[in-house]
């Protein structure tokens, strides 16, 4: 019945820093979005589907992650975006799967919601 994964929800604390997080560091972009009633963002990563929604009118829980431990997607030019990373100071755990040999970068957002960049095993640094 499922066919893929629809989009995830992020509530953010701080509008601008996470915004500046997701589309400035990461490339996605702030796309058409329905009057929902309240204050949020839909990002897209170059396609139709907005991939993450942003509330900007809720609490964070006190509880960061919840029961979801991350999200991850799929992401080109390891290089290009491990310099964006060193060069914005924001931390980042990059390491090599085993077997597959796919470059994980794993980061936080401005809120505490844990990201995991996913890069074809061929780049090289």
């Not at 991350?70 to 085993?98: C, I, N, P, W």
Request: aromatic share 12%; net charge negative.
């Amino acid at each position: 019945m499922i066919v893929g994964m629809n989009h995830f929800t992020i509530v953010a604390e701080d509008e601008t820093k996470t915004l500046d997080f997701y589309v400035g560091l990461l490339g996605m972009t702030v796309g058409p979005r329905p009057d929902l009633g309240f204050p949020g963002a839909w990002l897209y990563a170059g396609g139709p589907q907005a991939v993450l929604h942003m509330y900007f009118d809720r609490p964070v829980p006190a509880q960061r992650a919840g029961v979801i431990d991350h999200m991850a997607f799929t992401a080109t030019d390891l290089r290009t975006v491990k310099a964006r990373f060193d060069e914005s100071g924001t931390k980042y755990d990059l390491r090599r799967q085993v077997g597959a040999g796919t470059w994980q970068l794993f980061t936080y957002d401005p809120n505490g919601a844990k990201v995991e960049l996913d890069f074809d095993a061929a780049e090289t640094l």
